[in-house]
T-cell receptor
Framework: DAKTTQPTSMDCAEGRAANLPCNHSTISGNEYVYWYRQIHSQGPQYIIH???NNETNEMASLIITEDRKSSTLILPHATLRDTAVYYC????????????FGTGTQLKVEL | ETGVTQSPTHLIKTRGQQVTLRCSSQSGHNTVSWYQQALGQGPQFIFQYYREEENGRGNFPPRFSGLQFPNYSSELNVNALELDDSALYLC????????????FGPGTRLLVL
């Protein structure tokens, strides 16, 4: 699986959009970009995934650059409950594949 | 629809003992993966089970073993516990169709004294 690079930490004001970047310059054509988040001491929560196109669901939007070497997770209106560690993971679409977690981005949403 | 569940939530053991952790997969999911998360680190892949057989393993010694049952639930067994085994153990079940998104349970917090 391709390696990802994320900032260690970010701050965001409540109500504003949180934009979390991720670099995955060695991504290959059949690898998906996944985002999970983990609130302190809980299991990781799936947020969204994408292959080439931008994706949106009830939680977030995922913007993937045309060359697929980077992506941005957007939380449109961050709340205090969005404070968590956010993990960007690249993995193959084939069956039986593990998730390789890095250190993630600690997002702190403040009043 | 019930999500992934794990039991127990917390557990305290002493060095040398054995422990069994349990996981019930989300309805319709046939693959279960186990991860270990030490304090301050990201989860590390232990192994995965598909159709009751191990289907991939991370860098963990043989004293970490598992089972998957016909109903797709799973157990993680750890023998000869060491202090460094203290961690949050996470179970994830996967959707049956590509890209097989994994959904995690709440985890079991194991403390080895």
């Amino acid at each position: 699986d391709a390696k990802t690079t994320q900032p260690t930490s970010m701050d965001c004001a409540e109500g504003r959009a949180a934009n979390l970047p991720c670099n995955h310059s060695t991504i290959s054509g059949n690898e998906y970009v996944y985002w999970y988040r983990q609130i302190h001491s809980q299991g990781p929560q799936y947020i969204i995934h994408g292959l080439k196109n931008n994706e949106t669901n009830e939680m977030a939007s995922l913007i993937i650059t045309e060359d697929r070497k980077s992506s941005t997770l957007i939380l449109p209106h961050a709340t205090l409950r969005d404070t968590a560690v956010y993990y960007c993971i690249v993995r193959d679409a084939g069956g039986g594949n593990k998730l390789t977690f890095g250190t993630g981005t600690q997002l702190k949403v403040e009043l | 629809e019930t999500g992934v569940t794990q039991s127990p939530t917390h557990l305290i053991k002493t060095r040398g003992q054995q422990v069994t952790l349990r996981c019930s997969s989300q309805s319709g999911h046939n693959t279960v993966s186990w991860y270990q998360q030490a304090l301050g680190q990201g989860p590390q892949f232990i192994f995965q089970y598909y159709r009751e057989e191990e289907n991939g393993r991370g860098n963990f010694p043989p004293r970490f073993s598992g089972l998957q049952f016909p109903n797709y639930s799973s157990e993680l067994n750890v023998n000869a516990l060491e202090l460094d085994d203290s961690a949050l153990y996470l179970c994830a079940s996967s959707t049956p169709t590509p890209p097989e998104t994994q959904y995690f349970g709440p985890g079991t917090r194991l403390l080895v004294l």
